[in-house]
């Protein structure tokens, strides 16, 4: 029903910069939030950002806010996740998902809400 696709990861030294894109094809319209959810070694996978297709609503866990900026393109039907001042604690499998849910805010989003994902793109961020 929707296909993502993640780009953009890569090994990069601390206080380096990234941008991943994803791009979402298929059904995307029954799609209202998309987010970036990311999964290190040996943890569970986490919360990163989340932006509405339509609206200005963002949202962010407390450890990438200040650093990481998601946006889209609606035209393009891609999200992108700008990563500035990189920590090697951001070291990460970096996943794109989608919920079909409507929020009226844009709460932490819990992976079991999503209903696509993409397949991750790794993310090495060097000491």
């Known amino acids: 029903q929707v296909q993502l696709v993640e780009s953009g990861g890569g090994l990069v030294q601390a206080g380096g910069s990234l941008r991943l894109s994803c791009v979402a094809s298929?059904?995307?319209?029954?799609?209202?939030?998309m987010a970036w959810f990311r999964q290190a070694p040996g943890k569970e996978r986490e919360f990163v950002a989340a932006?509405?297709?339509?609206?200005?609503?963002?949202s962010y866990t407390d450890s990438v806010k200040g650093r990481f900026t998601i946006s889209r393109d609606n035209a393009k039907n891609t999200v992108y996740l700008q990563m500035n001042a990189l920590k090697p604690e951001d070291t990460a499998v970096y996943y794109c998902?989608?919920?079909?849910?409507?929020?009226?805010?844009?709460?932490?989003?819990?992976?079991?809400?999503?209903?696509?994902w993409g397949k991750g793109t790794l993310v090495t961020v060097s000491a």
């Open positions: 298929g059904r995307t319209f029954s799609t209202h939030v």
């Open positions: 998902a989608a919920t079909t849910r409507f929020y009226l805010g844009l709460p932490e989003l819990s992976p079991g809400g999503m209903d696509y």
């Open positions: 932006i509405k297709w339509i609206g200005d609503v963002t």
